[in-house]
Every structure is written in C-alpha cells, then in structure tokens.
C-alpha cells in the first residue's frame, strides 16, 4: 500500500450518486482515497452539495462562459491542477473533453459508462440494450483516451435483464453496481494495484483482458 493518500479531484454535472458512493466508501480506517476537490460546470448540481457536506472543497467553472471547448478545458486544467490531483474522476460530468485535456492527464483519468463496452458508447445506454433485446447489460469502468467513452477497460458490472424491464428499472439496477465497481477502481488504482500501461490496463502488474475485470450480480 502507498504511504501517502492518493489524493482524487471528481468532475460532475449533475446529482452526483457515484461521488456519494466514493465518499462513503473512504469511510473506512487507512483508506488510501482523499477526495480533495469536487468541481462541477453547473452551480446548481446537487453534487456540490454532497461535497459539502462531507467538508470537500468545491469548485464550479461554468463551462458557458468561455469561448469554445478548449478554452474551458484549459481553465478547467489550472483548476484542477490547483488541487495537485494524483487521479481525475470523472463521475457524470456531461462535457465531451479535447484531446488536449485527456493527454494531460493521461493515466490518471477514469470514467464510468452506463453500459458493456464497447456496446452503446454515447447516451440513452438502458433504451438501446432494451430495443436491442439484450439478455445482459450493465456498466463499465475506464481509463479515459481521446475515443469518447473507448479507453482500456478496468471493470465491468453485468446485470441481466429482465423480460419486464422498463428503462427506469433497468438504469436503477445498473446504478446500483455503479455505486460498486466505482469505489472499487479508484481504490485499486490508490492503493497501486491499478495503473495503465503501453497496451493496456493493469491489475497487480498483470494485464486486464479487453473486457476488464467481470463482476455478475
């Protein structure tokens, strides 16, 4: 285990579940996790709120008051970079982030998709596996490359799907593994058990297979 904490900044936008899941999860002695900053690009995200609550300090840089994406993306850089992050969490932050960005913080960047991946990168994950009549969904956890949700696997959650499932059902079910393989990556990667190598990402020194690490609920 590393002697010194990792210390996470998490990106939001919105009610901020996974940040709750992750802020719960640091609850327990010698976690190697300290959330040092949230920072969100709407003022009015509920995620904020948790992050006070919890005494993390936060930070909002709306994202409308900048002239282009890179322009916000350089601000939100110097941000984040005022808090000396050793991984970026990005936990429902609804920006599409430049190449610029995403090669800053290259290896130390993770995100969660509500899906299989590579099945059903972009939105609307729940509709389209139920109109696709999938027999399993869930979500994903991944190192973030300039592909938009398409960097290494880390760990995958399957949830089956019932023959009576509506979207909301479904997307509830997939939360709920969210709030569990989230927690779990960034606490792998803190304690230096994860990190991403030239082909790949690595658990222990070995590599993950294309679809990370499974987990079946």
């Known amino acids: 285990m590393p002697s010194k904490s990792c210390n996470v900044v998490v990106l939001l936008s919105g009610?901020?579940?996974?940040?709750?899941?992750?802020i719960d999860s640091c609850?327990?002695?010698?976690?190697?996790v300290r959330i040092g900053a949230v920072i969100s690009n709407r003022a009015d995200a509920y995620g904020l709120q948790r992050a006070a609550a919890a005494?993390?300090?936060?930070?909002?840089?709306?994202?409308?008051?900048?002239q282009g994406r890179e322009a916000f993306d350089a601000a939100l850089v110097a941000c984040i970079d005022g808090f000396a992050p050793d991984l970026v969490v990005l936990a429902g932050f609804m920006r599409i982030l430049s190449g610029d960005f995403v090669r800053h913080y290259q290896g130390r960047l993770l995100n969660i998709h509500p899906s299989l991946l590579p099945r059903y990168k972009g939105l609307h994950t729940h509709r389209r596996a139920l109109e696709a009549g999938d027999v399993e969904h869930g979500c994903s956890v991944h190192f973030v490359t300039e592909e938009l949700d398409g960097g290494p696997l880390v760990v995958q959650a399957v949830v089956p799907v019932a023959p009576d499932d509506t979207v909301q059902s479904l997307a509830q079910r997939v939360h709920t593994q969210e709030h569990v393989i989230y927690p779990m990556a960034v606490h792998w990667f803190a304690n230096g058990r994860l990190r991403l190598g030239e082909q790949g990402a690595l658990l222990d020194g070995q590599p993950l297979s294309a679809s990370g690490h499974l987990i079946r609920s």
Do not use: W
């Not at 609850?27 to 190697?32: Q, R």
């Not at 005494?55 to 900048?66: E, R, S, Y």
């Open 15 to 22: 009610s901020g579940s996974n940040l709750q899941a992750l």
């Open 55 to 66: 005494g993390i300090d936060t930070a909002v840089l709306d994202h409308t008051g900048f």
């Open 27 to 32: 609850a327990v002695p010698d976690s190697a």
